[in-house]
């Protein structure tokens, strides 16, 4: 009898008997294909980055991933996600085409970057995108958001006609990737939450009477940092001026240690750091400790 299969000249992939076993018996369709796409990528990705290539959402790859891993043919999850210098595959000029060439939502999306960065992308470019959707998973609309963001903090921070690198928006990709940004609800909030964090910004710098100018990125970082931890503009200020006192300048590390500790306190509204002060100072007033412990204490 003839045989019913159609083979192709591309190179084969091997399964073994016993897996082939335990995906027949556990008769979920999904892990078995993406069982498939992982052996033809001989195991050497993890199986987040070909939810692009299966055109499917998160929850779907988590699901036959879990499948695989319950049934022994996976190893454990990676918790984190590495860096991109570090573990993106290297697309090829091959490998681009066949993208284009077999998905017009991905062609789509080029074309569309290419419009908002003004520039015709070339095949290492088109490779970040191809990382982004391939590698990671995101898909071409949270992808999408994603340059627009970008482009639009370039532009704030550098005025019109500057656009980011493509650099740039792999490492913002990296970064919503860790934050598990993976759909456009979860984009559309952190894009609100983030814009609401810019509008406050200015009240950060001008506590720390440093003007009305924007600040640059490192000051940023800490602005951040101390706006996630639950700090005001208040609460802020009163960290600059024990820093004035101490070092007689502004020292962002300074201040950020004063504030670092009255987060793990557990004090962040000025009220709060204020009795958190008077309690350190009881046992001073008592000769119970020296001005030095009464000045660790913030």
Known sequence: MASVLLHTTDMSVTMTAEAAKRLL??????????????????????????????????????????ALRAMGLIAPAEVTVPEPADERPAYQRDDVARRLEGSDEFRALVTEVEKKLGKKLT???????????????????VIYLLVNHCAERVKRRYGEGRRPAMRQIEKEGYAWARMGIDTQRAAAEYLKHYAHRQETLPAYMRALQLGDRAPVASEEKYLTAWQEWGFGPEAVALAYDKTVMKCHELKWPYC???????????????????????????PMESGKKTVDDAWNYV
């Open 256 to 282: 950020n240690g004063i504030l670092k500790k009255w987060h793990e306190k557990g004090l962040h509204t000025v009220e709060e750091i204020e009795a958190g002060d008077k309690r350190a100072a009881k």
């Open 123 to 141: 095949t290492p470019d088109v490779g970040v995108l191809l990382g982004l959707n391939d590698y990671l998973g995101l898909p071409a609309d």
């Open 25 to 66: 018996d556990c008769g979920n369709g999904d892990a078995a294909l993406l069982y498939l796409a992982l052996l033809r990528r001989h195991g050497t990705v993890q199986p987040r980055s070909l939810a692009g290539e299966l055109r499917w959402d998160k929850g779907r790859i988590e699901a036959a991933e879990e």
